[in-house]
Nanobody
Framework: VQLQASGGGLVQAGGSLRLSCAAS????????MGWYRQAPGKERELVAA???????RYADSVTGRFTISRDNAQNTVYLQMNSLKPEDTAVYYC?????????????WGQGTQVTVSS
């Protein structure tokens, strides 16, 4: 199983970016999909998550600015980031709990850098 993230980059404060993450491989079913981020010198934190039924949760710091969505047919999760702030600068990681032929397992994608300039 691989999680391939894309969409990071450099943007000015107030701008927008859209991250995508596609899961591929021998996937039986996906439970959660989400995004975490890690800024230099800080711990990795949850940004947003979405479960198979569509329920979502967000970090307080991004509520109202970021929107997570998923395409179940494409095993893809998106993160629309609006009104970006310099403090959103971090490496963003895609995450998914999913079943293959074995038990539920936690997978991570490679990080994608998001840099917001002031």
């Amino acid at each position: 199983v691989q999680l391939q993230a894309s969409g990071g980059g450099l943007v000015q404060a107030g701008g927008s970016l859209r991250l995508s993450c596609a899961a591929s491989g021998s996937i039986f079913s996906i439970n959660d999909m989400g995004w975490y981020r890690q800024a230099p010198g800080k711990e990795r934190e949850l940004v947003a998550a979405i479960i198979s039924g569509g329920s979502t949760r967000y970090a307080d710091s991004v509520t109202g600015r970021f929107t997570i969505s998923r395409d179940n047919a494409q095993n893809t999760v998106y993160l629309q980031m609006n009104s970006l702030k310099p403090e959103d600068t971090a490496v963003y990681y895609c995450n998914s709990d999913l079943w293959t032929t074995g038990p539920l397992y936690d997978y991570w994608g490679q990080g994608t850098q998001v840099t917001v300039s002031s």
